[in-house]
């Protein structure tokens, strides 16, 4: 089954600051990436994601690149605030099915 | 749309008890997860359908964990008999076909 590996598990900036999340898949046949932002106490948010034939995608501060051929895709936000700390998942899947998660990262923004 | 709804919010019961949670999918959408969420394992999937059906419960951790999808609009998770182990926050996502959304979780704590 797939394997889906993130790095770091923590993350510290400064406002203002950029902050990159890697992670890496396993399954080749894997064509479906989203990332997911997990407040305290609640439900992990979907806030950006990219299919296998695109190479990159932009929304506002956040955007996400895919390489295929080394099998790994990034988060990128830019212009961090104090309200973008939270624990950032990616994940992998094929078609319609079940996600396979990262294991997170916790992004604190330092005002 | 008010978003995947999930009930109970907390449930804290003693081993041995039946606990049962209940999901509402947002209208419209045919796929219905249910993942669990731990600090040791992170967010893994339990089972999901497709239009009521189930199609992948091999997350599903033994005999004691059961699910249900009596209609579009309604799912149940149930754990008969709880233990400790089971101590988690079990969130419900549900799918128009690729993106998956989440719900607020049910955050379970067995004594």
């Known amino acids: 089954g797939e394997n889906v590996e993130q790095h770091p598990s923590t993350l510290s900036v400064q406002e203002g600051d950029s902050a990159v999340i890697k992670c890496t898949y396993s399954?080749?046949?894997?064509?479906?990436f989203p990332w997911y932002k997990q407040e305290l106490g609640k439900g992990p948010q979907l806030i950006i994601d990219i299919r296998s034939n695109v190479g990159e995608k932009k929304d506002q501060r956040i955007a996400v690149t895919l390489n295929k051929t080394a099998k790994h895709f990034s988060l990128h936000i830019t212009e961090t605030q104090p309200e973008d700390s939270a624990v950032y998942f990616c994940a992998a899947i094929q078609g319609r099915r079940a996600l396979t998660f990262g294991s997170g990262t916790r992004l604190q923004v330092q005002p | 749309d008010a978003g995947v709804i999930q009930s109970p919010r907390h449930e804290v019961t003693e081993m041995g008890q039946e606990v049962t949670l209940r999901c509402k999918p947002i209208s419209g959408h045919d796929y219905l997860f249910w993942y669990r969420q731990t600090m040791m394992r992170g967010l893994e999937l339990l089972i999901y359908?497709?239009?009521?059906?189930?199609?992948?419960d091999s997350g599903m951790p033994e005999d004691r964990f059961s699910a249900k999808m009596p209609n579009a609009s309604f799912s149940t998770l149930k754990i008969q008999p709880s233990e400790p182990r089971d101590s988690a926050v079990y969130f419900c996502?549900?799918?128009?076909?690729?993106?998956?959304?989440f719900g607020p979780g049910t955050r379970l704590t067995v004594t």
């Open positions: 399954d080749s046949a894997s064509n479906y």
């Open positions: 996502a549900s799918s128009p076909g690729t993106e998956q959304y």
């Open positions: 359908f497709n239009n009521n059906v189930p199609i992948d």
